[in-house]
């Protein structure tokens, strides 16, 4: 039996997507994203780039100025009300009310949703705040709450309801190192059970670790996407060598074609070159035949922040 195309369509689809704001400013430039079903998918860029100018397209809450979108399937902004419903999005910080607890902001929340069956809400809102391990404290003012906390209860909010694709921007903003590490189990808890989730964050470790695919933005503009396996491996790696004799090893190295070697301690590292690259083996015949006492002989595998600053000439910590 054929699929529906709503099950085999991208959960994220964009064709030239761009926003210019009424100032001037292009925020997104021309964005042709795609985001598969089943995937965790890193939107990963510097302060400024671009993502949550994106992320507020998809959502509906801002009109793009050229370019279309569809979300699951449906086409953005005009099927927002039938979407909305299949996702889960935590945006900018989750609005909440201070005065009121955690369990009644969620009450508060899933009320007004109006799909929202009000006969199982006390057990979804339980169940919410189970999944948050905010379970203990649902009775605590949310003015209470740490950062962590509030965090929390926004993917708990997202979490009311069963949702085919969860949005989250910069979710682990301002957490710390265990609030972080609670986030991302949740998010591979869920992907696992078959959710899709687009998470932003301009923490490279973090797509690492958490994200099946992604997609790189820099000033607007999307420099990549793909499977964080292959996104890394076009990166070439960095041949290291551990030596007693670094001036030795660089000499011998230089001789043989690598490249931007640099000496740390008894480390000598530098580049392949792109253009037939030595063979390892040779490579560490030649260090021996000159006399380089080698300790340890290998390459170390291109990070996705090698690719960033490969793929866009700078650094990825840029401020916007
Ligand atoms: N409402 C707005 N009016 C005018 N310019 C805006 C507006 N919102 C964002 N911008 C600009 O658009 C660009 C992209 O911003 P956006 O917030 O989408 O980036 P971002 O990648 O999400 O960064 P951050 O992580 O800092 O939010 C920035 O240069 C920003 O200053």
New binding site residues.
Partial sequence: MAQPASVTEAAIDTRGLTKR???G?L??DGLDLAVPRGSVFGFL??????????IRMLMGLIAPTAGSARVLGEPMPSAVRGVLPRVGALIEGPALYGHLSGRDNLVRYDCADPTADPRTRGARVGQALERVGLAAAAGKKARAYSLGMKQRLGLAAALLQPRELLVLD?PTNGLDPQGMREIRALVRELAAEGTTVFL?S?LLDEIEQVCTHAAV?AR?RLITQGTVGDLAEGVRGRLVVGTPDPPEAVRVLKENGIVGLVVDGDLVTGELPAQDPPDLAELNAALVRADVRVRSFGTQRGSLEDAFVALTGEGFDVD?
């Fill in positions: 704001y009424r100032g400013q925020a997104v860029g510097p302060n400024g780039s671009g993502k949550t100018t994106t910069e932003s301009h933005m607007g916007g």
